[in-house]
Protein backbone atom coordinates (compact mmCIF):
# COMPACT_ATOMS: atom_id res chain seq x y z
CA UNK A 1 0.00 0.00 0.00
CA UNK A 2 1.07 3.69 -0.50
CA UNK A 3 3.63 5.20 1.90
CA UNK A 4 1.51 7.12 4.53
CA UNK A 5 -1.40 5.70 4.31
CA UNK A 6 -2.60 3.54 7.25
CA UNK A 7 -3.84 -0.15 6.76
CA UNK A 8 -5.35 -1.41 9.83
CA UNK A 9 -6.87 1.68 11.84
CA UNK A 10 -8.94 1.99 15.07
CA UNK A 11 -12.26 3.57 13.45
CA UNK A 12 -13.81 4.90 16.67
CA UNK A 13 -10.79 6.90 17.96
CA UNK A 14 -10.59 8.20 14.66
CA UNK A 15 -14.27 9.39 14.30
CA UNK A 16 -13.51 10.95 18.13
CA UNK A 17 -9.91 12.72 16.93
CA UNK A 18 -12.03 14.11 13.49
CA UNK A 19 -9.57 12.29 11.33
CA UNK A 20 -9.44 12.96 7.67
CA UNK A 21 -7.28 11.74 5.00
CA UNK A 22 -7.65 12.30 1.30
CA UNK A 23 -4.74 10.52 -1.05
CA UNK A 24 -4.56 9.14 -4.25
CA UNK A 25 -3.62 5.16 -4.48
CA UNK A 26 -2.49 2.95 -7.47
CA UNK A 27 -5.37 0.91 -8.69
CA UNK A 28 -3.04 -2.04 -9.34
CA UNK A 29 -2.75 -2.43 -5.15
CA UNK A 30 -6.18 -3.38 -5.08
CA UNK A 31 -6.09 -7.77 -6.43
CA UNK A 32 -9.71 -8.05 -6.04
CA UNK A 33 -10.86 -5.41 -7.87
CA UNK A 34 -8.20 -5.80 -10.43
CA UNK A 35 -9.75 -8.64 -11.32
CA UNK A 36 -12.41 -6.86 -13.13
CA UNK A 37 -10.57 -4.84 -15.18
CA UNK A 38 -9.19 -4.54 -18.29
CA UNK A 39 -6.27 -3.59 -17.04
CA UNK A 40 -4.32 -2.15 -13.69
CA UNK A 41 -3.17 0.90 -14.75
CA UNK A 42 -4.47 4.03 -13.06
CA UNK A 43 -5.23 5.69 -10.00
CA UNK A 44 -7.60 5.70 -7.14
CA UNK A 45 -8.82 9.31 -5.22
CA UNK A 46 -9.46 8.06 -2.21
CA UNK A 47 -11.49 11.23 0.06
CA UNK A 48 -12.23 9.97 4.15
CA UNK A 49 -13.71 12.40 6.71
CA UNK A 50 -14.19 10.14 10.58
CA UNK A 51 -16.07 12.30 12.83
CA UNK A 52 -18.90 12.31 15.24
CA UNK A 53 -22.32 13.41 14.64
CA UNK A 54 -24.32 15.41 16.48
CA UNK A 55 -25.77 12.86 18.73
CA UNK A 56 -22.17 11.73 19.08
CA UNK A 57 -22.60 8.95 16.46
CA UNK A 58 -19.24 7.68 14.94
CA UNK A 59 -19.32 8.87 11.57
CA UNK A 60 -17.43 7.87 8.33
CA UNK A 61 -18.28 9.77 5.40
CA UNK A 62 -16.21 10.63 1.96
CA UNK A 63 -15.55 8.99 -1.58
CA UNK A 64 -13.70 6.79 -3.86
CA UNK A 65 -13.30 8.09 -7.40
CA UNK A 66 -10.96 6.71 -9.85
CA UNK A 67 -11.40 6.21 -14.27
CA UNK A 68 -10.95 2.51 -14.65
CA UNK A 69 -10.30 0.59 -18.02
CA UNK A 70 -13.13 -2.55 -18.87
CA UNK A 71 -13.88 -4.41 -21.41
CA UNK A 72 -17.12 -3.12 -23.36
CA UNK A 73 -19.46 -6.26 -23.11
CA UNK A 74 -20.48 -5.90 -27.01
CA UNK A 75 -17.37 -5.47 -28.66
CA UNK A 76 -15.29 -6.68 -25.99
CA UNK A 77 -12.67 -3.68 -26.49
CA UNK A 78 -11.54 -1.73 -23.43
CA UNK A 79 -12.88 1.39 -22.58
CA UNK A 80 -12.73 4.45 -19.56
CA UNK A 81 -15.54 4.63 -17.40
CA UNK A 82 -15.08 7.52 -14.67
CA UNK A 83 -16.75 6.31 -11.28
CA UNK A 84 -17.29 8.48 -8.08
CA UNK A 85 -18.69 6.54 -5.40
CA UNK A 86 -20.18 8.90 -2.55
CA UNK A 87 -20.76 6.85 0.77
CA UNK A 88 -22.00 8.20 4.53
CA UNK A 89 -21.50 5.33 6.52
CA UNK A 90 -22.13 5.08 10.60
CA UNK A 91 -19.96 3.06 12.53
CA UNK A 92 -21.33 0.78 14.53
CA UNK A 93 -19.82 -1.80 16.84
CA UNK A 94 -23.29 -4.02 17.32
CA UNK A 95 -25.76 -5.06 14.84
CA UNK A 96 -28.33 -4.05 16.90
CA UNK A 97 -27.14 -0.52 16.38
CA UNK A 98 -28.00 -0.30 12.90
CA UNK A 99 -32.06 -0.61 14.07
CA UNK A 100 -31.64 3.20 15.59
CA UNK A 101 -29.53 4.64 12.87
CA UNK A 102 -31.22 7.83 11.13
CA UNK A 103 -31.84 7.12 7.48
CA UNK A 104 -29.06 9.25 5.78
CA UNK A 105 -27.09 6.87 7.07
CA UNK A 106 -25.38 3.55 6.05
CA UNK A 107 -24.42 1.05 8.51
CA UNK A 108 -20.89 -0.21 8.55
CA UNK A 109 -20.33 -2.71 11.31
CA UNK A 110 -16.82 -2.42 12.35
CA UNK A 111 -14.49 -3.62 15.45
CA UNK A 112 -14.04 -1.21 17.61
CA UNK A 113 -10.05 -1.56 17.39
CA UNK A 114 -9.17 -2.27 14.36
CA UNK A 115 -10.36 -1.65 10.51
CA UNK A 116 -8.90 -2.34 7.52
CA UNK A 117 -9.23 0.72 5.38
CA UNK A 118 -7.67 -1.01 2.59
CA UNK A 119 -10.51 -3.82 2.36
CA UNK A 120 -13.12 -1.15 3.19
CA UNK A 121 -11.84 0.87 -0.06
CA UNK A 122 -11.86 -1.75 -2.41
CA UNK A 123 -15.11 -2.95 -1.46
CA UNK A 124 -16.72 0.38 -2.01
CA UNK A 125 -14.32 0.22 -5.24
CA UNK A 126 -15.91 -3.20 -6.14
CA UNK A 127 -19.66 -2.01 -5.95
CA UNK A 128 -19.14 1.41 -7.85
CA UNK A 129 -18.22 -0.62 -10.91
CA UNK A 130 -20.92 -1.38 -13.37
CA UNK A 131 -21.68 -4.89 -13.80
CA UNK A 132 -22.22 -4.30 -17.78
CA UNK A 133 -19.98 -2.26 -19.14
CA UNK A 134 -20.45 -0.65 -22.97
CA UNK A 135 -19.75 1.92 -25.19
CA UNK A 136 -21.71 4.67 -25.79
CA UNK A 137 -23.70 3.31 -29.21
CA UNK A 138 -22.09 5.70 -32.03
CA UNK A 139 -18.73 4.09 -30.49
CA UNK A 140 -19.07 0.81 -30.25
CA UNK A 141 -17.56 -1.37 -32.86
CA UNK A 142 -20.11 -4.18 -32.57
CA UNK A 143 -23.29 -1.44 -32.77
CA UNK A 144 -21.13 -0.85 -36.16
CA UNK A 145 -20.84 -4.14 -37.01
CA UNK A 146 -24.77 -5.06 -36.61
CA UNK A 147 -25.33 -2.30 -38.71
CA UNK A 148 -23.37 -3.60 -41.39
CA UNK A 149 -24.96 -6.77 -41.01
CA UNK A 150 -28.69 -4.96 -40.74
CA UNK A 151 -28.21 -3.37 -44.05
CA UNK A 152 -26.87 -6.32 -46.39
CA UNK A 153 -28.77 -7.11 -49.31
CA UNK A 154 -31.51 -9.83 -48.69
CA UNK A 155 -31.52 -12.56 -51.75
CA UNK A 156 -35.18 -13.39 -52.43
CA UNK A 157 -35.60 -16.90 -51.41
CA UNK A 158 -37.37 -19.47 -53.76
CA UNK A 159 -40.52 -21.10 -52.21
CA UNK A 160 -40.25 -24.99 -52.13
CA UNK A 161 -43.59 -25.05 -52.87
CA UNK A 162 -44.20 -22.98 -55.69
CA UNK A 163 -43.89 -26.04 -57.86
CA UNK A 164 -46.88 -27.39 -55.95
CA UNK A 165 -48.64 -24.34 -56.96
CA UNK A 166 -48.58 -24.85 -60.87
CA UNK A 167 -49.83 -28.57 -59.81
CA UNK A 168 -52.55 -27.05 -57.99
CA UNK A 169 -53.48 -25.31 -61.68
Avoid: W
Wanted: aromatic letters at 6%; proline letters at 5%.
Amino acid sequence: MSENFPDQISPINFARNGKSIQQTLAIREFERACSMLANESGNLTVKLLFTLDESNLPILCGSVEATLQLNCQRCMEPMDITIESPFNMALIVKEAEEETLPEEYEALLVDEKTFSLRDFIEDELILAIPVIANHAADQCGATQFLQDATELPSKERENPFQVLEQLKK
